[in-house]
């Protein structure tokens, strides 16, 4: 017999979290004072950090 899996609708909060700026790749993004270097390619990195979701990526120079 086959495992019956049960229906359930998604709630509101994950709709919503689909349909937001940062879940359609519109992110904004600052720039992180912390980390300026990266030791293991020394040389200086660019942190940027999401102001909305906290989503972090790093640009080398």
């Given amino acids: 017999m086959a495992d019956i899996l049960p229906f359930k609708k998604p709630d509101l909060k994950q709709k919503a979290k689909a349909r937001t700026l ?3 790749g519109l992110h ?3 720039i992180v004072q912390e980390k300026q270097f990266d030791v293991r ?3 200086l ?3 940027y950090r999401c102001s ?3 989503a972090e990526k790093s640009e080398a120079r």
């Fill in 45 to 47: 990195v660019t942190v």
């Fill in 22 to 24: 940062c879940g359609n």
């Fill in 28 to 30: 904004k993004w600052r």
């Fill in 41 to 43: 390619q020394g040389r």
């Fill in 52 to 54: 909305r979701c906290n």
